[in-house]
């Protein structure tokens, strides 16, 4: 744990960036970057984050940072990682790096899972940050696998007879924890000394770490930019994203939600939920907190909670 | 709006690289603003919370309060939503 | 100094790259390439090698993590074939749009769809303008030699651009052949490690794979394509070398019997081997004709290859790929491109042979050497395009 004056003040992520005003990728990566210990190395998959930040000839990173693809950040890592391995067993390299790989739900759940899976099967020593804003939202708000039910997108859109994504979210961090990997855990830049510290965690670890944080998108969730860190606030308070790690397989809540507000007030302020509050769709409010309860049931019970 | 002529092919780096970090602080995001957030500096207690959540690092840690790059920032209202004593407030821009 | 081994195609690029003392090797295996990539798994558990041996879970992640490695300044080896090749063609471009010198063996098989696991040239004529060097091999030798020094002319830093070498599925990569190759401390010697130009340093921070869009785009371009001019140039400086090493000479095409020869065949890969042998005894017969087999594909040797036509009135190209659709197939296309802008005017035709790993049998390009000669008699292409070896 730190104090916000403990950080420094050095802005490796800096101002002048493309992101939209209020987006919750541009605080994760600021806030991430004010966890490293030494040399480090960012890959970036295509997505919001890596687009925004570097339309040539700027650049918001002052860190060495590599952009390769939408699918591959954690091959790339793999390739990275492998590399200075080899530099330093030939004597041409002697620091420790460490690389943090940064991707979207898009590039993480869907179309970057096989190589994700494979760097942690592999045991590479790197990071792996999985900056959720629950859609493909920079081609243009398309469903991905992190979308939540009943969230309008573009390919999933609140039709009169479909309402918005009929799939439930996919369970990210216990497909990560199934690799037995030392270190995996979710978080929100609400809470930002547990994602500090947590970041920090996931780079001291040796061998893969994984964290999942909610990324609030104004634009894609349609809310008003001023409520993105109120909205990653409340999605934790209404038990919607449990705060918890795995370490070596052990579950522990890091967040403890005894007095939960009901999903309802998550939801209301997004635009993407606006059609379930209509006399037609309101059911699946019911299946929302329904799906909240079960999963924070089941998390609840892996930590060793009641 | 530059009229300077953009470099041909012989004169920058290959594959598209980068070489001088943190370049984008030469693009100023601060005409994107419609609202622009003003700090009661009497009432800031200095938490800096509006620091770290801030998503474009305008934000300035003073002394004693903070202050607003205003050559970057937004106006997205993230700061002044979170100030834990109200000391933001969104006021409209004209310009 | 130098020692005979008996090697397999596969066998050979293996033990190349081997001697090369690349850093990082991440690779998939994919049958007719697995060779190359078990070998150097031995080589790595073995402890007779140094190298970050990364197993993947597929070829796009083998291209991705070559990338990343290169990137880092390390010196990087793959290989694929087929199905696999097709796999990383993302990257492929990638890989050569960020200048990053990886060498990768190429086996070449064909395409799907019917799957089928045998040599043509479909894989990588279906990604030949990826921006990579491409090198084709005639036999295990030529695969070991242009292995080495394919990372010298990757590496150069007037090049950086990653290279193929590609050598016939089955017909070169499972055949065995007494391959003449340097002791470790030659290769040492001729392939120094890697002095990387523009890695990614914690000390120099630089942002790599910007998004370019319409206004800087084409300029990155028009550099991949200056290096491509450059490469050859480089190339000869690197084969010169590779000579006073070991008294093999390389260029970009080799030819024989042209000295004469009223027609030709040119061809890719195992097939000129065939063609060389059926030459040698049409020759003996005194049928003026010859073989041209280009080395270098990419980029195309075109000055090379008017060169060498210089005094025939025929001449066949071979493609073992079919680019469907297209007046000629892909080297046709190329041979015939090249003819036209030196305003030659030599009778061209484009055979379409061996696809799927179907068998050219002497029998095959003596029919073919007659056809062409037949045309420089007559001074009439029958069709511009045939298929040989296929059933009616």
């Not at chain 1, 002697?94 to 898009?106: N, P, S, T």
Request: aromatic letters at 10%; charged letters at 20%.
């Amino acid at each position: 744990m730190v104090t916000l004056k403990e950080l420094t003040t050095e802005e490796l992520f800096t101002s002048g960036h493309r992101l939209c005003a209020g987006c919750g990728a541009g605080t994760v990566a600021r806030m991430t970057l004010k966890a490293l210990r030494g040399p480090t190395v960012a890959v970036n998959a295509t997505g919001c984050l890596e687009v925004s930040s570097t339309i040539y000839p700027f650049t918001s990173w002052k860190i060495p940072w590599v952009h390769v693809a939408f699918e591959n950040a954690a091959a790339v890592a793999s390739g990275i990682e492998s590399a200075y391995k080899a530099l330093a067993k030939r004597n041409a390299w002697d620091k420790h790096v460490d690389v943090i790989a940064f991707a979207g739900d898009g590039g993480t759940f869907d179309i970057g899972i096989q190589a994700l899976s494979g760097a942690l099967e592999r045991g590479h020593d790197f990071l792996y940050i999985c900056y959720d804003n629950e859609a493909y939202m920079n081609t243009g708000i398309q469903r991905s696998g992190a979308t939540p039910h009943g969230a309008a997108t573009t390919t999933s859109p609140a039709g009169t007879k479909i309402p918005g994504k009929p799939e439930f979210k996919k369970d990210f961090i216990g497909i990560c924890a199934a690799h037995g990997i030392e270190f995996a855990a979710t978080a929100s830049p609400a809470y930002w000394n547990d994602y500090i510290t947590k970041v920090r965690r996931g780079l001291e670890v040796e061998g893969p770490a994984v964290i999942h944080v909610y990324s609030p998108c104004p634009l894609g969730m349609r809310h008003d930019s001023e409520k993105s860190i109120e909205l990653a606030r409340l999605a934790v308070q209404t038990r919607y994203w449990p705060v918890y790690e795995v370490e070596k397989g052990k579950y522990k809540l890091n967040i403890k939600v005894p007095k939960p507000k009901p999903v309802v007030d998550y939801l209301k302020p997004q635009g993407r939920f606006r059609h379930l509050f209509t006399p037609q769709f309101q059911r699946e409010l019911d299946v929302i907190q329904h799906w909240v309860d079960e999963n924070w049931k089941r998390i609840a019970a892996l930590c060793g909670e009641a | 709006m530059s009229k300077e002529a953009k470099p041909g092919w012989k004169s920058i780096p290959i594959a598209g690289i980068l070489l001088e970090p943190g370049s984008a602080m030469k693009y100023k995001t601060g005409d994107w603003r419609a609202f622009k957030p003003i700090v009661d500096q009497k009432k800031c207690t200095n938490c800096l919370l509006c620091w770290i959540y801030c998503p474009d690092a305008a934000i300035i840690r003073l002394e004693k309060f903070v202050d607003v790059d205003y050559d970057y920032c937004k106006g997205c209202g993230v700061c002044a939503n979170e100030c834990p004593v109200e000391a933001i407030t969104m006021v409209e821009e004209k310009r | 100094m130098s020692r005979v081994m008996g090697l397999t195609g596969d066998e050979a690029i293996a033990y190349a790259a081997k001697q090369s003392n690349v850093d990082v090797v991440a690779a998939y295996p994919i049958t007719p390439q697995t060779i190359i990539v078990e070998a150097f798994s031995e080589y790595v558990h073995n402890g007779e090698v140094d190298t970050e041996f990364v197993c993947v879970e597929s070829e796009h992640s083998a291209m991705s993590a070559c990338i990343g490695s290169s990137l880092t300044g390390a010196r990087v080896f793959t290989a694929s074939s087929s199905q696999g090749l097709a796999l990383m063609h993302e990257m492929l471009y990638i890989a050569s749009g960020l200048r990053c010198p990886i060498v990768m063996g190429v086996v070449n098989r064909a395409l799907s769809a019917p799957i089928n696991i045998h040599g043509d040239h479909s894989d990588m004529m279906g990604s030949r303008d990826c921006g990579w060097i491409q090198i084709y091999g005639e036999n295990a030798q030529e695969a070991y030699d242009w292995t080495l020094q394919a990372f010298r002319i990757a590496e150069d830093s007037d090049v950086l651009l990653p290279v193929t070498v590609n050598i016939d599925g089955f017909i070169l990569s499972h055949s065995l052949e007494g391959v003449e190759v340097l002791e470790d401390g030659d290769t040492a010697g001729f392939l120094s490690t890697r002095k990387p130009v523009l890695t990614i340093d914690p000390g120099k921070p630089i942002t790599v794979g910007a998004l370019c869009l319409t206004d800087y785009y084409f300029e990155t371009k028009r550099q991949q394509a200056e290096a491509l001019k450059e490469t050859p140039r480089v190339m000869n400086r690197v084969s010169r070398e590779y000579e006073s090493l070991t008294g093999r000479r390389y260029g970009f095409v080799e030819t024989y019997g042209l000295e004469d020869a009223q027609a030709a065949i040119l061809c890719l890969g195992s097939t000129a081997g065939t063609a060389k042998a059926v030459a040698k005894n049409l020759r003996s017969h005194g049928k003026k004709v010859g073989v041209i087999k280009p080395w270098l594909y990419r980029p195309f040797p075109a000055e090379d290859i008017v060169k060498v036509v210089e005094n025939l009135e025929a001449l066949a190209v071979l493609d073992r790929a079919c680019s469907f659709g297209a007046v000629y197939s892909a080297l046709g296309s190329d041979v015939a491109s090249a003819l036209y802008l030196n305003g030659k005017r030599l009778n061209v035709f484009n055979v379409v042979y061996g696809l799927g790993g179907r068998d050219i049998a002497p029998f095959d390009i003596e029919a073919i050497f007659k056809e062409a000669l037949e045309v420089a008699a007559t001074g009439l292409v029958r069709e511009p395009l045939e298929f040989v070896g296929v059933r009616e």
